[in-house]
T-cell receptor
Framework: NAGVTQTPKFQVLKTGQSMTLQCAQD?????MSWYRQDPGMGLRLIHY???????DQGEVPNGYNVSRSTTEDFPLRLLSAAPSQTSVYFC?????????????FGEGSRLTVL | DQQVKQNSPSLSVQEGRISILNCDYT??????FLWYKKYPAEGPTFLIS?????DKNEDGRFTVFLNKSAKHLSLHIVPSQPGDSAVYFC???????????FGTGTRLKVLA
């Protein structure tokens, strides 16, 4: 039972470098999203997608790009990393049917930007 | 402008007693409310949820109460156990969307 898989788990970048955080789910969920967790700030929504080819901005989208070419994958791209993007990033998915409204989370990716 | 607020950063409770975690929201368009539990170095895990058309939902030791007029919800854990020690996040879903907004979390410590 893989669920939601995030890679890498840890990454250190220099300011200005680019990278992609990968997220894959094997539950055929329509909805996927990215959050960042910072001390005292809780979980803040970056971008989300309600299906392949459909994405939208969350609360803190600046500096991040996403695309959804398949149902399974939802990568998060940092084009030019900044120290303010040092955070723990979580990917989540949901079947899109609101019986419980449950989101399934990955284990997180810790990113440090120097 | 936080739409979902958890005003208590931390809470300590004796084992066996009730833990009450609180959450306030500002957006009347939220139609679903959820509670998540998070241990260090792990992703959040779903605990319990409630639709905006209900005022109470119970699952074992966990009960969520919703007061729409006050825009307030609470999570009751009875009895509290040491294994319940974690950070608890309140979340709300905007109606007609799959956009979930989370609060800042409350760290619960259950003392043995």
């Amino acid at each position: 039972n893989a669920g939601v898989t995030q890679t890498p788990k840890f990454q250190v970048l220099k300011t200005g470098q680019s990278m992609t955080l990968q997220c894959a789910q094997d539950m055929n969920h329509e909805y996927m999203s990215w959050y960042r967790q910072d001390p005292g700030m809780g979980l803040r929504l970056i971008h989300y997608s309600v299906g392949a080819g459909i994405t939208d901005q969350g609360e803190v989208p600046n500096g991040y790009n996403v695309s959804r070419s398949t149902t399974e994958d939802f990568p998060l791209r940092l084009l030019s990393a900044a120290p303010s993007q040092t955070s723990v990033y979580f990917c989540a998915s949901s079947p899109g049917q609101v019986d419980t409204g449950e989101l399934f989370f990955g284990e997180g990716s810790r990113l440090t930007v120097l | 402008d936080q739409q979902v607020k958890q005003n208590s950063p931390s809470l300590s409770v004796q084992e066996g007693r009730i833990s009450i975690l609180n959450c306030d929201y500002t957006n009347s368009m939220f139609d679903y409310f959820l509670w998540y539990k998070k241990y260090p170095a792990e992703g959040p895990t779903f605990l319990i949820s409630i639709s905006s058309i209900k005022d109470k939902n119970e699952d074992g030791r966990f009960t969520v109460f919703l007061n729409k007029s006050a825009k307030h919800l609470s999570l009751h854990i009875v009895p509290s156990q040491p294994g319940d020690s974690a950070v608890y996040f309140c979340a709300a879903k905007e109606g007609g969307t799959y956009k979930y907004i989370f609060g800042t979390g409350t760290r619960l410590k259950v003392l043995a």
